[in-house]
């Protein structure tokens, strides 16, 4: 069966390769807060309102200063779990893609009920850090609901003759 | 709705990988089918009669739930 919008199966791999050092990054930048400052570079910005954190001038399509750690680990989980989620199983059919469709909803639904949530019941800064776990969540949800499906449906094959 | 592409497969004498392959899917999605857990696509079911060399209404069949609307 074709199936549209799918990397190439090699993908997966790359997106493993690149997730695991991201999120240990990941992990780091958040229990530490640490700014390496070697990555304290200036860099071109759509619009940079930095008066919220530093009271500096708003930047419009301009070059501003910035601290690219959380760039660089948000940019590396992204991508790293697109290609994990969305790059074709070996296998891939009819039966594989419902699997696929079922987690994604499955996924959207957890991702957003979480956020609904917070909205309600988490704020200041707190709220902030959800807001931001939220932008990869929905990606983990479905990788975790997804491969949980295709263990499962695997585990019964053992019990077929 | 009720299949019966176990009994045919048996009939055939394929093992649930060989079918797949026959049929350019995967051993899970037969298993699947087999179970009532997966009702295959029109094509799907298209290639299963055509290996089997029957109509595909010999091989499914609605059942009365499948007319409930949800």
């Known amino acids: 069966m074709k199936t549209n919008y799918l990397l190439p199966h090699q993908f997966k791999r790359i997106g493993w390769i690149i997730f695991v050092p991201a999120m240990l990054l990941g992990i780091f930048f958040f229990a530490s807060e640490v700014d390496p400052p070697f990555l304290n570079i200036h860099v071109f910005a759509f619009f940079d309102d930095g008066a919220i954190f530093n009271g500096d001038e708003d930047v419009i399509f301009g070059i501003t200063k910035n601290n690219i750690f959380d760039e660089l680990i948000g940019l590396s989980l992204i991508v790293s779990m697109v290609f994990i989620a969305f790059s074709r199983q070996k296998n891939e059919d009819e039966f594989i893609a419902k699997i696929r469709l079922e987690s994604l909803v499955w996924a959207t639904y957890v991702n957003y009920a979480i956020l609904l949530i917070a909205i309600l019941f988490v704020y200041g800064m707190a709220f902030f850090w959800i807001m931001v776990f939220n932008m990869f969540t929905i990606l983990l949800f479905f990788i975790i609901r997804f491969n949980w499906a295709l263990y499962k449906s695997n585990n019964t094959l053992k019990h077929e003759k | ?70």
């Open chain 2, 1 to 70: 709705m009720k299949n019966s592409v176990r009994l045919e497969r048996a009939v055939l004498d394929v093992s649930q990988a060989e079918l797949g392959s026959m049929v350019q899917v995967s051993r899970q999605t037969i298993n699947a089918i087999e179970g009532g857990e997966y009702n295959p696509s029109v094509i799907l079911s298209l290639k299963l009669a055509s290996v089997f060399n029957k109509h595909v209404t010999e091989i499914f069949e609605l059942e009365e739930s499948d007319w409930a609307c949800d």
